[in-house]
């Protein structure tokens, strides 16, 4: 069998590990490029050297250099580095799985014109846990359309730069579009001081950041005498570069598209 050949952005960073170990261990697949900013201080160094292992790839900071074996880019770093990548692989035909989260439109947009150039995968969140949640606030939001307050709250490590979790955006997008409602026009992502009533309509977030929470996501549905909660809580990054693999075996036959993960999970309608 032919081992796909990936190559990992962010190769120092906590997912940039996790999917590191993965590749090592996967039989069909094998690191074939290593990608990370010029200050990081693996530059130059084995990208397995953590594992005390020795790939026989080196961290690099320069794009060709780093893509030059690769079949597919797996990119879990920031949007800017992304959106930088991401030209790079629609010149050159690299297949991109895209954790990266914290996009605005613009980023958003870029990447899907890129996608008639090249095969993506683009999703906040990889595990299979959290999609098929994904799939039970459709339901949920279906069936408590009326006389429940939906509030989104997620919590994560003290690092996490963005807010909310672009997962918790994907659980509002999803149950704004099952309420026919636009996530836009509903969303409340911050209270203070004298807010007025709680506006039935809205779908409220609040973010928790602190220690090394992994990922926890709840939405809750607040009724009158009852409260439903649906929760996902992530104990370990590992769910997340097994997902990123699975992607990139989806992937293994399309040349261009975006997909997300439940297209990869087969979760579509
Ligand atoms: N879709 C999913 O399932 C998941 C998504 N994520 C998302 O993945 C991203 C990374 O998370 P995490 O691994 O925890 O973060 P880390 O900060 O641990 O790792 C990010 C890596 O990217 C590098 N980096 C930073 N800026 C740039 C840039 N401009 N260009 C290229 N590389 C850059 C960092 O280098 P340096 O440290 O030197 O700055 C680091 O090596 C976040 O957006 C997070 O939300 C995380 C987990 C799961
Ligand atoms: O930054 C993280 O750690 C995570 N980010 C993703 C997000 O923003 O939803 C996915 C997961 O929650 C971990």
Same mark, same amino acid.
């Given at each position: 069998?032919?081992?796909?050949?990936?190559?990992?952005?962010?190769?120092?960073?906590?997912? *940039?590990?996790?999917? /590191?170990?993965?590749?090592?261990?996967? &039989? #069909? +697949?094998?690191? %074939?490029?290593?990608?990370?900013? =010029?200050?990081?201080?693996?530059?130059?160094t084995d990208a397995a050297a953590f594992?005390?292992?020795?790939?026989?790839?080196?961290?690099?900071?320069?794009?060709?250099?780093?893509?030059?074996?690769?079949?597919?880019?797996?990119?879990?770093?920031?949007?800017?580095?992304?959106?930088?990548?991401?030209?790079?692989?629609?010149?050159? *035909?690299?297949?991109? /799985?895209?954790?990266?989260?914290?996009? &605005? #439109? +613009?980023?958003? %947009?870029?990447?899907?014109?890129? =996608?008639?150039?090249?095969?993506?995968?683009?999703?906040?969140?990889?595990?299979?846990?959290?999609?098929?949640?994904?799939?039970?606030?459709?339901?949920?939001?279906?069936?408590?359309?009326?006389?429940?307050?939906?509030?989104?709250?997620?919590?994560?490590?003290?690092?996490?730069?963005?807010?909310?979790?672009?997962?918790?955006?994907?659980?509002?997008?999803?149950?704004?579009?099952?309420?026919?409602?636009?996530?836009?026009?509903?969303?409340?992502?911050?209270?203070?001081?004298?807010?007025?009533?709680?506006?039935?309509?809205?779908?409220?977030?609040?973010?928790?950041?602190?220690?090394?929470?992994?990922?926890?996501?709840?939405?809750?549905?607040?009724?009158?005498?009852?409260?439903?909660?649906?929760?996902?809580?992530?104990?370990?990054?590992?769910?997340?570069?097994?997902?990123?693999?699975?992607?990139?075996?989806?992937?293994?036959?399309?040349?261009?598209?975006?997909?997300?993960?439940?297209?990869?999970?087969?979760?579509?309608?």
């Amino acid at each position: 069998m032919n081992q796909m050949k990936i190559a990992v952005a962010g190769a120092s960073g906590r997912m *940039g590990h996790m999917l /590191i170990e993965a590749i090592e261990q996967a &039989d #069909d +697949a094998r690191l %074939a490029g290593a990608l990370d900013v =010029a200050a990081a201080p693996g530059i130059g160094t084995d990208a397995a050297a953590f594992l005390g292992k020795t790939s026989g790839v080196l961290i690099e900071s320069d794009l060709a250099t780093s893509l030059a074996n690769a079949e597919f880019l797996i990119d879990f770093t920031r949007p800017e580095g992304t959106l930088k990548h991401l030209e790079y692989c629609a010149a050159h *035909g690299v297949k991109m /799985i895209i954790g990266t989260t914290g996009f &605005d #439109d +613009a980023g958003k %947009a870029a990447i899907a014109a890129a =996608a008639k150039k090249t095969a993506i995968m683009f999703a906040p969140n990889m595990s299979v846990g959290v999609n098929v949640t994904m799939k039970l606030l459709e339901l949920a939001a279906r069936n408590f359309s009326h006389g429940y307050d939906i509030e989104i709250i997620e919590a994560h490590h003290r690092h996490k730069v963005d807010a909310p979790s672009g997962t918790a955006l994907q659980m509002g997008e999803v149950i704004a579009a099952a309420l026919g409602r636009k996530l836009d026009d509903v969303a409340v992502y911050a209270r203070e001081g004298v807010t007025g009533a709680r506006d039935p309509s809205s779908i409220g977030f609040a973010a928790i950041r602190g220690g090394d929470i992994v990922g926890d996501h709840t939405v809750l549905f607040a009724g009158d005498g009852e409260r439903i909660e649906i929760s996902h809580k992530s104990s370990s990054r590992v769910h997340y570069a097994h997902g990123s693999l699975r992607a990139a075996r989806f992937l293994r036959d399309k040349v261009t598209g975006l997909y997300d993960m439940q297209d990869v999970l087969g979760l579509k309608n």
